[in-house]
Nanobody
Framework: VQLQASGGGSVQAGGSLQLSCAAS???????????KNWYRQAPGKQRELVAT???????NYQDSVKGRFAISRDNAKKRVYLQMNSLEPEDTATYYC?????????WGRGTLVTVSS
């Protein structure tokens, strides 16, 4: 399975970005049943879970991004998205998509988001 994240970039505080993660070499049914996550890792810090989307559509967010970020999916296209609004300098990090099938845990390479004040 390969995960390719894209959509990162540099924005000013208050701006928006949408991250996208495309999965390949995974059958659609397995992707559909998987848990999808977005993590981030800021320089000098540990990787942290930002958002989760379960197979039944339930979502969960880190407190610091609630109301600003939204995770979504397109199972037919095997894509996971992270809409990020009202970005803050503290959101600066490399963002990673993760697909957890329950049997296997897959990671993408990450996409860098830089938010300037």
């Amino acid at each position: 399975v390969q995960l390719q994240a894209s959509g990162g970039g540099s924005v000013q505080a208050g701006g928006s970005l949408q991250l996208s993660c495309a999965a390949s070499r995974i059958i659609t049914s397995e992707f559909t049943k998987s848990r999808k996550n977005w993590y981030r890792q800021a320089p000098g810090k540990q990787r942290e879970l930002v958002a989760t989307l379960t197979s039944d559509g339930s979502t969960n967010y880190q407190d610091s991004v609630k109301g600003r970020f939204a995770i979504s999916r397109d199972n037919a296209k095997k894509r996971v998205y992270l809409q990020m609004n009202s970005l803050e300098p503290e959101d600066t990090a490399t963002y990673y998509c993760n697909v957890d099938t329950g049997s296997w845990d897959y990671w993408g390479r990450g996409t860098l988001v830089t938010v300037s004040s």
